[in-house]
């Protein structure tokens, strides 16, 4: 069952969603809110602008408050075409490889993050500048799917917010 609940900015939103003060790790040491429906919490997501040849990435905190797992088994982006993906190590080499979904069981967190989990972006015109912001929508295999606004950032900014992962 997947259910769309829409952001509808921080002051305000939609029945089920919540928005409230995140713990740190925003831009200038601001806390990123945290967005929440049903059992997930969403927070700091952020875009990277574009490369050449219109390919971006998503990194977001992920977390399952809730009493089953949940798995994030994909997002869309208007104006793009949008995936999950893994990096992986393969025969000394470093690869992206698409996954069918990210479970995240009870109490379980996690960062989509450079060297890890990510979401892969195609934006099929010139894409987003650094400076605008977007909504994301999170699709999971039961309960709520969750849009939130997602930053886009320069390359540099999404790593000091979201580091890469230890090999």
């Known amino acids: 069952m997947l259910l769309a609940v829409a952001w509808a900015g921080a002051c305000g939103g939609e029945p089920g969603v919540e928005v409230r003060g995140g713990q740190g790790g925003g831009p ?13 919490e969403v927070t700091d997501p952020v875009f990277t602008e574009p490369l050449a040849g219109g390919a971006g990435a998503l990194y977001l905190g992920l977390a399952n408050r809730g009493d089953e797992t949940a798995t994030l088994i994909g ?3 208007e104006g ?3 995936s999950l993906h893994r990096t992986e190590e393969r025969e000394g080499r470093t690869a992206m490889t698409p996954v069918e979904g990210i479970p995240l069981a009870p109490g379980a967190e996690l960062r989509l993050r450079p060297g890890g989990y990510h979401g892969m972006i195609r934006w099929s015109g010139p894409g987003p500048a650094p400076g605008d912001t ?11 799917g969750l849009t939130v606004p997602a930053s886009v950032v320069g390359h540099g900014e999404a ?3 979201h580091p890469p992962e230890e090999p």
């Open 28 to 40: 200038d040491g601001e806390k990123p809110p945290v967005h929440r429906a049903g059992g997930i």
């Open 75 to 77: 997002l869309s982006v």
């Open 80 to 82: 793009a075409d949008a």
């Open 134 to 144: 977007l909504a994301v929508t999170l699709r999971f295999d039961e309960g709520p």
């Open 159 to 161: 790593l000091t917010r």
